[in-house]
């Protein structure tokens, strides 16, 4: 039976990652760094997960003389650290919003008592920036777990994050439902064996969901219920065709 909701946050809670590109081009800018991430590149660029993962990787593909630069790492982690402080003002300023139907989805599992998680690759710093812009005050204290950033080795699409949150909720993976965007997400809540639902994003409208429980692109008219009752059919469905 479904006992904890656990939500992915950029792309899934808000279109994020839209906001994260900016910071990373006003990053880039303010350290006086002659790279700027288009669109079309972000979108690439977002099939590494983790932002330090990121910067490297464009590196060592685009600029790999870089890497020759005895403090690559150093300045990799000072680079992300400005993003971060650049991001966490753009959101505190109002830079994103929930997307349609979270926060209806967030309040009615709070009223029927359905505990409530993230697992994230993004720091922890822009997970509270963002609850707090999106839902105030309490926003952060709604979640029972926060499992994000550099709190595992392996970020997604590796299943740990969300081992990590079952860990913390003492739940099993069947006795909850993963809410993600992306395939990276999805592999990553998929090898936790949490069944998972995608409502894909601006940046991820092009990715393979095959393994997910439920597919939907707007969750402005789901209601939490209908939510379990279509994972819990697919899931049926899967176990008749197993
Ligand atoms: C998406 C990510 C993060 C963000 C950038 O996280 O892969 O790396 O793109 O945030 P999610 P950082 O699992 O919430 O979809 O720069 O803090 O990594
Ligand atoms: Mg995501």
């Known amino acids: 039976m479904t006992k904890a909701i656990i939500f992915d946050v950029d792309g899934t809670l808000s ?32 099939l590494v997960t983790g932002g330090k993962e990121r ?29 971060t ?23 009615e599992a709070e009223d029927n008592g359905y505990r409530l998680a993230i697992s994230t690759t993004t720091s922890t710093a822009n ?9 105030g ?10 499992c994000g950033g550099d709190s595992v080795e392996n970020k997604k699409p590796a299943p740990d994050i969300y081992l990590l949150t079952l860990e913390q909720l003492g739940l099993r993976p069947e006795d909850c439902i993963a809410i993600e965007d992306s395939r990276n997400g999805l592999l990553s809540a998929h090898r936790a064996g949490i069944p998972t639902v995608v409502t894909p994003s601006i940046y ?25 009752e279509n994972v819990r059919k697919s899931m049926a469905a899967t176990r008749r065709t197993a």
Do not use: C
């Open 204 to 228: 991820t409208d092009d990715q393979n969901f095959d393994e997910a429980a439920w597919v939907v692109d707007d969750l402005s008219n789901v209601g939490l219920i209908e939510l379990i």
């Open 55 to 83: 910067i490297r990787h464009f590196a060592e593909q685009d600029d790999a003389m870089r890497l020759l630069a005895p403090d690559f790492d150093e300045f990799v982690r000072e680079l992300h650290r400005k993003k």
């Open 85 to 107: 402080s650049i991001y966490t003002s753009m959101i505190a300023d109002g830079a994103a919003s929930l997307r349609p139907g979270i926060r209806e989805l967030i309040l």
């Open 127 to 135: 997970v509270e920036a963002l609850l707090l812009s999106a839902l």
């Open 137 to 146: 005050r309490e926003g952060i204290a709604k979640f029972e777990v926060i």
């Open 15 to 46: 279109e994020t990652e839209e906001t994260h590109r900016q910071a990373f081009n006003r990053a880039f800018k303010h350290q006086g760094f002659p790279w700027h991430w288009d669109r079309p590149t972000y979108r690439r660029l977002l």
